[in-house]
């Protein structure tokens, strides 16, 4: 399955709600996220035994119960997560699969404290998390996160394989980690590799042959290997779709020699972050002024890099449209829009508070349509990584966000005010 995406330059609707009434309703800058592409995301991935969605990618309550609803369970990478899972209805505990995992490189004091109290089965990225688990809960059955050496991401930023990444149990060290979880009568019950987010078929396919290799040097007690994610999602207008048909074959293919090998059923997991939500959200933002700069016209909005970090931390693409404050109806063609170049920035006292830069932070201009002050510049595939990498700086409250659902738009997160921006601060004396 591949499928090009479109973009179009105008819109008014997102999941078939007035985009000039959800400003009005909710105010911008505002996430909105469908509900319905999320779901449809997680069914892609069907073949899968296991669809654990990777919550780093988008944390809210509401798009937690929502991936539980649809049937994903769910990875937590500290102490926070795991709550958030909790409150958003997975349960802790040793199910198999188990519905909550935590996975990192370290046990903060509270991730351990969380995991032990709640029961929450955990894979191993450091030699140390073993023996810290071990002391804690011996006799339990973990999984280990293992770098297999090589990695890939759309930014070295995101590449988590290889030997300069800080990222799971170094290859080698396998053997050595066998002896430490024996030594505090752990059983290795599953494996898991995750080289980089936003990779590629290529380099994803190369780690089915890793992990086939190191299941079957630590044996039988293995029941589970986990894909990790890293799955691309399309940004720009003509990005292909990754083949899921082909990259599960790989995989099937894995665990039925293990299966053979070890002579019991082998759970294949997959963990999406990227793929599961970032086309479901836009980021509807204000256009609050209109500024000639030389020979460069900007669009300043009222969301800057404090709503969505991608653009200045990684040079990331996102697809942008118009939306007029008053509506014409309807979604105009691309080759029917009379398009000007702009640069699109936001509100911050940076001069980095620009969406439309590559890698290394070089300022380019977008084609967008005519706008002006009070029009709305509509960022797409903001789902993954926008609100959760949000941040108060310049004292800008975190953004609201709304999930449509059904045909309803639901307020899943108020917009800060400033009460919460100086909550547990004080003046001394
Ligand atoms: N599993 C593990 C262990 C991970 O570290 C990650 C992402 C995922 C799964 C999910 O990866 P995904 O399917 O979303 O590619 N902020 C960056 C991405 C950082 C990814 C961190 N780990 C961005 O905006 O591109």
Redesign the pocket.
């Known amino acids: 399955m591949s499928v090009a995406m479109s973009n179009p330059l105008v819109v008014d609707q997102i999941a078939g709600q007035s985009i000039i009434d959800l400003a009005r309703r909710f105010g911008t800058p505002l996430y909105v996220y469908d509900a319905a592409t999320i779901a449809t995301r997680i069914d892609d991935l069907e073949s899968f035994d296991v669809v654990r969605y990777?919550q780093?990618?988008n944390s809210n309550l509401g798009i937690l119960d929502l991936v539980r609803r649809h049937g994903a369970l769910v990875?937590a990478v500290s102490a926070g997560e795991i709550q958030r899972a909790l409150a958003a209805g997975f349960k802790g505990g040793f199910d198999e699969p188990p519905h909550i995992m935590y996975?990192a490189d370290i046990f903060d004091r509270d991730a351990l404290e969380q995991v032990v109290a709640h029961q929450i089965p955990v894979n191993c990225g450091s030699p140390d998390m073993i023996s810290q688990y071990g002391q804690r809960c011996p006799g339990r059955g973990i999984t280990l996160?293992i770098n297999p050496g090589f990695g890939h991401g759309?930014s070295q930023k995101?590449n988590?394989g290889g030997q300069q990444s800080k990222h799971g149990i170094w290859h080698t060290q396998l053997g050595e980690c066998i002896e430490r979880a024996k030594k505090h009568n752990l059983s290795i019950a599953g494996l898991h590799m995750?080289i980089g987010?936003?990779t590629d078929l290529e380099h994803l396919s190369q780690v089915c042959g890793a992990m086939e290799q190191a299941a079957l040097a630590v044996g039988p007690s293995i029941h589970t290997i986990s894909a990790?994610?890293?799955?691309p999602t399309p940004y720009r207008e003509g990005d292909q779709r990754v083949d899921l048909d082909a990259y599960y074959s790989l995989w099937e293919a894995v665990r039925h020699r293990l299966a053979a090998a070890f002579g019991h059923k082998i759970t294949l997991e997959i963990?999406?972050?990227?793929?599961l939500v970032a086309e479901s959200g836009s980021l509807i933002a204000e256009i609050r002024a209109v500024k000639r700069m030389g020979e460069n016209t900007f669009y300043v909005l009222d969301a800057g890099f404090n709503n969505l970090a991608?653009p200045i931390l990684?040079g990331?693409y996102h697809p942008m449209a118009i939306a007029h404050k008053a509506a014409t109806g309807g979604r105009d063609k691309r080759d029917q829009v009379k398009t000007h170049p702009v640069i699109v920035g936001g509100p911050l006292c940076e001069s980095g508070d620009i969406f439309t830069q590559e890698d290394g932070g070089f300022v380019r201009s977008r084609e967008l349509p005519e706008a002006t002050v009070g029009d709305f510049v509509v960022i797409g595939a903001a789902g993954?990584?926008g609100a959760v990498?949000g941040s108060n700086y310049n004292s800008k409250p975190l953004a609201a966000e709304v999930l449509v659902e059904n045909g309803r738009a639901n307020l899943v997160r108020e917009r800060q005010a400033f009460a919460d921006l100086i909550r547990g601060e004080s003046i001394p004396g």
Do not use: F
């Open positions: 990777a780093k990618a990875d996975t996160r759309h995101t988590t995750h987010s936003g990790g994610g890293g799955l963990e999406p972050g990227r793929y991608r990684y990331a993954a990584y990498m």
